[in-house]
Each structure stands twice: as structure tokens, then as C-alpha cells.
């Protein structure tokens, strides 16, 4: 087959340029340890969610030294926490979100950030992010969900350390009566 | 004027009834378009707050209707008319039976037309029937029974229409035994073959599971299952898209610029590329899903990032045949040859504009490709900019581009109007430029695709440069420019068509190519060998995650209980459109 010598030499280039492609993105995971969405965060029911030990009462929860859980669920079309609460979580920490939804298909992004994931009903969707600064965050819903979806969204509070103890000893007060 | 093959001299009259079959697929393909355009504006002005004559809620029905009339029915009819008159031509003799044609075009229609009744049903809530499910119709969002119906119908159709052609080419090689295939029926046939393949992720997806779940037969299905079944057919169908573009900018770009396709061995080996390469990718359609583990994740991503050769090479090969048109007709020097090419050609000049935005439009795909930075775009505006330049413009403006060239040898008239065709194509370009732009730099500043609202009321969306209000004006302006594009075309077409028979009509001649096809080896036409690849590399990437996918999200059916999508019940659409528009003009009066 005959190919032209400027045609071998784009064909050439084409390939280097994506083997380099694949390359930088297997460096980010493999390398840098960027994580990606996986099935990692396992598998619920969503027709009774409202008994899942975690997922039934939903929100923030201290797993250790700096560390923590927390636990979302997206339904039409609220956030909770995120809507009427906002997610709470201190500054310098750890968080591993596990975010789920109870009836069709939505979208949870913190807006302007890669923290971004599908909530799938029966699908758990695990992943971790750490906080380094206070602040507040956008949240939002990104996969359509039905008639309101425009108006799914909440906020992501970052908070001072001790704010955030103090917030966190009240939780579980509440909770234990 | 003389064609190669001397006697009669258009398509039309060579092939009335073929030409019959392409006019009608042509037909139904420029309705939805001006309707898909119409809700496009009307999107366009309504999410920028620029003008609101609708119910937010409604524009979810009206999204519905423009994603699937303009990239499904606008999109597969043309490709379905082009690839019959391209089968016809290249093969030089009519389809086996004209009765077929027709059949599967009815069927088609049928489709088409059972699935807009159930869009249009979202807009009088009364009524019981709506669709409100977008392009995409994830599960558990369900929608009327006869929304997946007529998506069957219409599907099965193009299967029919895909044999009409299979039916030609077996004809064509028992008279041509030996003889290689015409570079247009190979094209048309690998396409097709590859829309075979890809096409039952749908199939088992719409029939096992949403028709009889949305008739109430089964209680649930797997919303992850559907979904990535969905995935399977939505990463191919681009290609299906995409495909007709190609083989325009192949085969009657060359001719259009005054010369001849660079290589055809070349051109062969591109479209086996996507025929094997297209469909094991969908799972990059899901690197933010959860239930799919990271390696097939990564899979998919690698067979994307090859995906791109076959992109690139005909990218060379577009500019290297336009090239050699222009030094035909006079062009010199390392650039200067690009003034020889025919710019007042609206043919050709929506092509070359059409290529030019499908590079910008390939590399915003790259982008979505990268396992790792796909989190900050995924599912913003950023995904809608990139896909209104590959389908909305490579494809769609090739299309009108073609047209220009391709319905006056249907019809046996003139072009109406030249220079409205050539303003045309400049304002979708120019429209297209201001859209996508502003929507690739909204979705980096994290403002999400699919939503009614453009600010939410706890938080601003911040952008590095410009301002949010500067972006939402591009959007709005760049609609309706695209609208006003579509307009002229419609209008231009409808002129053409009603126009008096010409005496110097178009001529389908294409000429042969610089490079020919007795240069490539011959499996390349052994299409046998190429599905079984085909098949054998998609059993590969798909096996596996397909079983974890029914064996941890709780089996077949287990998961996702029905939700079904009415709309605040009251809003009668009609009076809302009308009393919204006339209330915004007395506003601009006054």
C-alpha cells in the first residue's frame, strides 16, 4: 500500500501524541495517585434506604484523627445533608464522601472544584477529598433529575477547627436523645 | 454538461425512484430540523434570562425535543437519504426494490413520529403522555410507553435500511466479480456495519427492559445496567453522526475545490478504524460512575485515545485534497493557495468552515476523554459547547453544506440562491463561535448542562476571565444566529425545490482519486474479517463490567423503582408561548 512520505510522517506524529495522552493520564493515577470513581463504595437498596445504618440518618460522622465519613443522599430534589443543612466539615481534614441516591439519577458537583460524581439509586459512589482552607462551596445537581431540577442545591461548609468541634459535640447530643 | 457516464445526465433522471426515497428522507430530516432549531432558541434565550417566555419546568420537554430531533431523527434521516443516493451512485444501479425503500422509510417515519407525539405530550400535562426524559432517557425516569415504542421502531427501521444497501452491494458483486468496492458503498457498508454492532446495546435496552418496565410488566430495572447499555450505542452513534460528514469531506470536498481525493487506500483503512474502535469506548461516557471499577475505566479510555488516528488521518487528508484543488485551479505558494479554492461556493465553504470547528471541537474531546480531568467538566456546559462542534457543526453544517450540492440533483432544479447560501453557512460559523466558546468557558467556571436556571441562590459561579453576564450574551447571541441560520437554509431548500427544471443541472460526477484502490491490499474489503474483529474486541471490553455491573447492582431488574415525569399539571404551553411572547414584545416596544 502506498503511503505518502508527509502522510507516514502525520501518522507518526498522531501516534506519539496519543500514546503521550495515555501516558499522562497513567502517570496521574499511577503516579500522582489521582483517584477515580470505582466501585469501591459498594452497592445498597434504595427502596429501603431509610433503614441503612448510615444512610438512614445521613451527615458527617468522625472516623479518626483528622478523618472523616460522609454520608449523602440525593433525591428529588434536595441533598441531604447539603440542602437544608449545609455538609459541614473542618479544616485540614480528610473527608471520604460515600453518596448515593433514593430514586432517579442525579449529579452531585462542588462547583468549581473536581470533587464531582453520579449518584446512581442501588450504587454507592466513594470517594476522598481533603479541605485545606475555610470557606463555603456551591453544590450542586449536574444530571437531570426531573421538573425541578434547576433548583437542586446546597453548600459545603469548611469550618475552623474548633467552630467545627463545638457544631460536631452538639450533632451528637441531639442524636443520642 | 457531460457526465463520466454519458447518457442521461442527473441523479433524478437516471434514478427517479431513488431519488424519490431521498427526497422524502431529506424531507422529514429538514422538518426536524426547524422545529430542533425553534427549541433551541427558545432554550438559548430562556437559560440566559435573556428572554422567558416558558415555564422552567417546560424546558425539559423542549430539550427532549431538540436533542432527539436534530441529533437523532435531522441526523440519521439525511445520513439515511445520503447513503442511498451514494449507494445508487457508486454502484451505478438502482436499489433491488423500491417497495423496500419505501417500507423502511414508512417505518422510520412511524418511529419518529410516535416518540415526538410523546415529547410533545410533556407541553399539555392533561393529556397523560410525555417524554420528559431527555436525549439520554436514563431509567428510573420513565416516560410514555410509546416514547420507547417509536425509539424501536425507528431503530429497527434503520436496520432495514442498512440491508436495503447490503441487498445492492450482493447484487452489484455478482455482476463485479473481482472488482473492488466503490470507495462509497464501502463506506456506506462498514458505517453501517459498525451502526449493527453498536446499535443492539439499544435495542436490549429499549425492549427487554424500558418497554415492558414503562407498560408495567416488570416492577424495576437496574438503572446502571440501562444506563451503561445506553453507553454502549451513545459513544457509536456519534460516529454514525459523524460518518456521512466524513464521507462528504472524502469524497465530494476534493471535487469541490477543483480536485481529487488524496488517497483512497487511506480512506478504506479510516473507516475500518472506527468501525473497530467506536463502539468499545462507551464506558468513558462513565468515568464518574460508581459500580464500575477503574480497569475497564481505563480501558475504555485508551481505546478512545486511538480513536483519535483515524481523526487525525483525515484530517490530513481533507486539507491535503483540498490543497491539491487549489493548486488545480491556479493556487501558489505555502498558504496563498488557500485564496484559489472556490470561497463563494456555499458548498464548499460550509465544509471547510464545518472542518475548521471540528478541529477546535476534537481537541475540547480530548479533554473529555482524560480519565483525570473529565471531573472538573464532566456534566457542566463545557460537554454541550463540545458537542454542538462535532455534531452541531462538523456534522450538521457539512450536511446543509452538502445539501447545497445534493438536492438540485434530486430535484433537477438550480440552487435558489447562492449568496443566501453563503451567508448561511458564515452565520452558523460566526454563531457557533460565540456559543461554543461561552459554553466551554461557563463549564469550566463549574455551571452545569441540562438546567433551566442559570444561578442558583446560595452561591455565584466565578469565571478567571470575562464575566458571567458577558458569557450568558455570547450563548443567547450565538442561538439566534444559529436559528436565523437555519431559516435561511430551510427557506433556501424550499425555493430550490419549488424552482423550474434547470438546463445545465448538477452532475453527480466525482473524479476518481490520486491515489486509487488497486494500490491497497485487498483484505481490506474482506468485511467478513472486520466485523468479527469488530465484535470480538467489544466481547472484550464490555463481558466483564456488564457482569459486575447485574451481579452487584442487584440483578437484571433489581434497583430502580419507576419515577414517572409529570410536569406541574395546569400549564397549557400553547397559551403560556403565546401570552409570553406577546407580553416580551410590548416590553421591547415600550
Redesign the interface.
Known amino acids: 500500500?502506498?503511503?505518502?512520505a508527509?502522510?507516514k510522517l502525520?501518522?507518526a506524529l498522531?501516534?506519539v501524541?496519543?500514546v503521550g495522552?495515555?501516558g499522562?493520564?497513567t502517570y496521574?493515577?499511577a503516579g500522582v495517585g489521582?483517584e477515580?470513581?470505582?466501585?469501591k463504595?459498594?452497592?445498597v437498596?434504595?427502596?429501603t434506604l431509610d433503614e441503612h445504618p448510615k444512610f438512614g440518618d445521613p451527615g458527617v460522622e468522625k472516623t479518626g484523627e483528622n478523618q472523616y465519613d460522609v454520608y449523602v443522599v440525593a433525591r428529588?430534589f434536595v441533598f441531604e445533608p447539603g440542602t437544608t443543612e449545609p455538609i459541614r466539615v473542618p479544616e485540614g481534614s480528610t473527608v471520604t464522601f460515600h453518596?448515593?441516591a433514593s430514586?432517579?439519577?442525579h449529579?452531585f458537583?462542588v462547583?468549581?472544584?473536581?470533587?464531582?460524581?453520579?449518584a446512581?439509586?442501588?450504587?454507592?459512589?466513594?470517594f476522598t477529598v481533603e479541605f485545606d482552607e475555610p470557606g463555603?462551596?456551591?453544590l450542586?445537581?449536574?444530571?437531570?433529575?426531573?421538573?425541578?431540577?434547576?433548583?437542586m442545591?446546597?453548600?459545603l461548609v469548611v469550618m475552623e477547627q474548633s467552630e467545627f468541634d463545638s457544631w460536631y459535640e452538639q450533632q451528637q447530643q441531639e442524636g443520642e436523645n | 454538461m457531460a457526465t463520466a457516464s454519458g447518457q442521461k445526465r442527473t441523479f433524478v433522471d437516471r434514478y427517479p425512484d431513488e431519488a424519490g426515497i431521498v427526497k422524502a428522507n431529506f424531507l422529514v430530516a429538514f422538518v426536524a430540523l426547524g422545529i430542533g432549531a425553534f427549541f433551541g432558541l427558545v432554550q438559548a434565550l430562556h437559560r440566559t434570562d435573556i428572554l422567558r417566555i416558558i415555564d422552567?419546568?417546560d424546558?425539559?420537554t423542549m430539550?427532549t425535543g431538540h436533542g432527539v430531533l436534530l441529533a437523532i431523527v435531522f441526523t440519521i434521516f439525511f445520513l439515511c437519504g445520503f447513503f442511498h443516493w451514494a449507494t445508487a451512485r457508486s454502484l451505478k444501479q438502482p436499489a433491488v426494490s423500491t417497495l423496500y425503500s419505501w417500507a423502511w422509510f414508512g417505518l422510520m417515519t412511524t418511529g419518529t413520529v410516535l416518540a415526538t407525539i410523546a415529547i410533545l405530550g410533556g407541553f399539555v400535562p392533561n393529556l397523560g403522555i410525555s417524554a420528559?426524559v431527555?436525549f439520554t432517557f436514563?431509567a428510573?425516569?420513565q416516560a410514555h410507553p410509546i416514547f420507547y415504542i417509536g425509539l424501536a421502531m425507528f431503530i429497527v427501521g434503520t436496520w432495514l435500511a442498512g440491508a436495503d444497501w447490503f441487498l445492492s452491494y450482493r447484487e452489484w458483486r455478482r455482476d463485479n466479480k473481482g472488482e473492488r468496492i466503490p470507495l462509497q458503498t464501502f463506506m456506506v457498508l462498514t458505517t453501517m456495519i459498525m451502526w449493527y454492532v453498536s446499535t443492539i446495546g439499544i435495542a436490549v435496552s429499549v425492549v427487554f427492559f424500558l418497554i415492558p418496565w414503562s407498560l408495567g410488566l416488570i416492577p424495576s430495572v437496574?438503572?446502571?445496567l440501562t444506563?451503561t447499555l445506553f453507553w454502549y450505542f451513545g459513544h457509536p452513534i456519534v460516529y454514525f453522526w459523524l460518518m456521512p460528514a466524513y464521507m462528504m469531506w472524502y469524497t465530494i470536498l476534493p471535487k469541490l475545490s477543483g480536485g481529487r481525493l488524496?488517497?483512497d487506500?487511506?480512506a478504506r483503512v479510516v473507516f475500518l478504524l472506527f468501525l473497530l474502535l467506536s463502539t468499545p469506548v462507551g464506558i468513558h461516557h462513565?468515568?464518574?460512575?460508581?459500580?464500575?471499577?477503574?480497569g475497564f475505566?481505563?480501558i475504555a479510555?485508551?481505546n478512545t485515545?486511538?480513536l483519535?488516528?483515524p481523526s487525525?488521518?483525515t484530517a490530513?487528508t481533507a486539507v491535503?485534497s483540498m490543497e491539491h484543488g487549489a493548486r488545480q485551479r491556479g493556487g501558489e505558494g505555502y498558504l496563498r493557495w488557500l485564496g484559489a479554492l472556490p470561497w463563494r461556493d456555499p458548498a464548499f465553504t460550509g465544509m471547510a468552515l464545518a472542518g475548521i470547528l471540528f478541529a477546535a471541537g476534537g481537541f475540547s474531546g480530548?479533554i473529555n476523554?482524560?480519565?483525570?480531568i473529565n471531573?472538573?467538566i464532566?456534566?457542566?456546559l463545557w460537554v454541550p459547547g463540545h458537542f454542538h462542534l462535532t455534531v452541531g457543526t462538523a456534522v450538521a453544517l457539512t450536511m446543509m453544506a452538502g445539501s447545497y450540492w445534493l438536492v438540485p440533483q434530486l430535484t433537477g432544479t438550480k440552487l435558489y440562491s447562492r449568496p443566501i447560501g453563503l451567508l448561511q453557512v458564515i452565520m452558523w460559523f460566526i454563531g457557533m463561535v460565540f456559543m461554543s466558546n461561552a459554553m466551554h468557558r461557563a463549564g469550566l467556571?463549574?455551571i452545569?448542562?441540562?438546567?433551566?436556571?442559570p444561578q442558583?441562590?446560595?452561591?455565584?459561579?466565578?469565571t478567571p476571565i470575562g464575566s458571567i453576564f458577558e458569557l450568558r450574551v455570547q450563548i443567547a447571541l450565538g442561538g439566534t444566529l444559529l436559528f436565523l441560520s437555519v431559516v435561511l437554509f430551510l427557506f433556501n431548500m424550499l425555493l430550490t425545490s419549488l424552482g423550474e427544471e434547470s438546463d445545465r443541472p448538477v452532475d453527480e460526477y466525482l473524479p476518481e482519486p490520486l491515489?486509487g484502490p488497486e494500490?491497497?491490499?485487498r483484505v481490506l474489503d474482506n468485511l467478513g474479517l472486520w466485523t468479527g474483529i469488530a465484535v470480538v474486541l467489544v466481547i472484550l471490553a464490555y463481558t466483564l463490567p456488564v457482569a459486575?455491573i447485574i451481579q452487584?447492582?442487584?440483578g437484571l431488574f433489581?434497583?430502580?423503582?419507576p419515577?414517572p415525569?409529570?410536569?406541574?399539571a395546569g400549564l397549557d404551553f400553547v397559551t403560556t408561548m403565546v401570552t409570553g411572547t406577546v407580553s416580551s414584545l410590548l416590553e421591547v416596544v415600550a
Open positions: 500500500m502506498e503511503i505518502h508527509y502522510e502525520w501518522l498522531a501516534l501524541l496519543i495522552f495515555i499522562t493520564i496521574g493515577a489521582i477515580m470513581i470505582d466501585d463504595g459498594g452497592t437498596d434504595p427502596a428529588q453518596v448515593t430514586d432517579v439519577i449529579g458537583e462547583v468549581g472544584t473536581n470533587a464531582n460524581t453520579m446512581i439509586p442501588g450504587q454507592v459512589a466513594e463555603e462551596y456551591g450542586l445537581c449536574n444530571e437531570y433529575c426531573g421538573s425541578g431540577h434547576h433548583v442545591e446546597g453548600k | 422552567s419546568a424546558y425539559y430539550l420528559d431527555l436514563y428510573p425516569l437496574n438503572p446502571l444506563r488524496f488517497s487506500p487511506l462513565q468515568y464518574l460512575d460508581p459500580g464500575i471499577a477503574e475505566k481505563f479510555m485508551t485515545m486511538f483519535l488516528l487525525l488521518l490530513f491535503a480530548m476523554a482524560g480519565m483525570n471531573y472538573l464532566h456534566n457542566t467556571a463549574g452545569p448542562r441540562r438546567t433551566a436556571e442558583y441562590q446560595n452561591f455565584d459561579f466565578v491515489s494500490g491497497s491490499p459486575s452487584n447492582g442487584g433489581g434497583g430502580g423503582l419515577v415525569v409529570t410536569i406541574s
